[in-house]
């Protein structure tokens, strides 16, 4: 069915997830959400570009029941959800690059999607919500066009219970308090993965982790710094009550962190930088766009803890800003990060690249050399030696160059590529033409396109 989105998946990593026939570019989510219940009532407000002549579209929506759609620019003829899908069908033809808007209303209880990379998406925490989206895990709580090439603009407007703060991508616009019910509004103008946007939903208090000689930033709310502004970017903690003391104390360099990364990264991408601490112990932290999540287990100034928040404060350049075209080739997302890490250990004072380089080295010549880093297959993608091995193929690149150089590199490539989407043969060109007499394949091919482990 050449006219309908049937059999166009962009990714073989996620076959079911995504479409290629059209291009969602903004999103207006709209979510009312009772706690106690796991009640969810949302309605989405879809703006998207056809990329073909379209006489139905699928969305990816999981487990929720869609009770209407309607559009102010195309004729709708009908939906219904099947396998994880809402089918729209229209009465007439869309043409290719002709704008369109559905309105939707849905409703459920909303779960974790279970899968190969176990249960992703809106979960229950003991007191309030956690959404993990990566990689497939959007679809958990709103209809959307599931892959990582597809970056699109967000509003949320989240009404939940009086006493809890919703935080969500972007930057806080308003909040509107009633007796027993509180909305959140947020903005997330910068482009942005389905996989990166979030709910977090907790009885937090706002703890501001900008150098305190810095002068006092109110609510994140149009904050002013980052993107290149030579102002501090402003840094904030959610956080409950109790937790705060420690949270001040795990995160009392955080600033320090952020200046590093600035230095040796570029300019920070966003407008702010929120860290949501739950009120639960979490597995491993993750990063959305413009924030990162940390369980209260992560409220420690140890290396274990602080590698962790600083893999995801890297991710903001890594991941968010500058995002994979396709999951293959997440190592440029975790192998950054990675690295990172790893520059801030040095940075820090503490152990340097060179010395955890040569410590992991000696760790994965140890492991089965089976993984092809640039392509290691859906069930491998989120494997430690993905991320490991992509660390040590930046510092190989690193040790090759020079400081300046590699350092000089960073700077380009998130500059070059911010907000957009890249490839692993992007970085190797970009490489190979930003740093004349480098043959990056040469120098890096081995580390991602071979099984074998290469000599550091």
Known sequence: MGSSSEGSAPDPYTPGNGSTAYRVKHYDLTLDYKLASNRLSGRAVLTMAAHRELHQLELDLSGLRTTKVTSDTVRVRSFKERAGKLVVAFRDPVPDDAELRLDIRYEGNPAPISGTWGDVGWEELTDGVLVAGQPTGAPSWFPCNDHPSGKAAYRFTVTTDAGYRAVCNGVLVARI?????????YEQSEPMPTYLATVQIGRYDLVALNDPAQPAVGLPRHAGGGRGTGRPVPQYAAVPAALAHAAKAALGRHHEMMTAFEERFGPYPFPQYLLVVADDDLEIPLEAQTLSIIGRNHLDEGWEAQRLIAHELAHQWFGNAVTTARWQDIWLHEGFACYAEWLWSEASGATTAEAHARSTHQHLAREPQDLVIGDPGAADMFDDRVYKRGALALHALRTAVGDDAFFGLLHSWTAGYRFGSVTTPDFLAF????????DAEVLLGPW?????????
């Open 448 to 456: 991602l396109h071979a099984a074998a482990l290469p000599a550091l």
């Open 431 to 438: 490489v190979t033409r930003t740093l004349p007499g480098t």
């Open 177 to 185: 308090a009633k007796s027993s019910r509180t909305t959140w509004v």
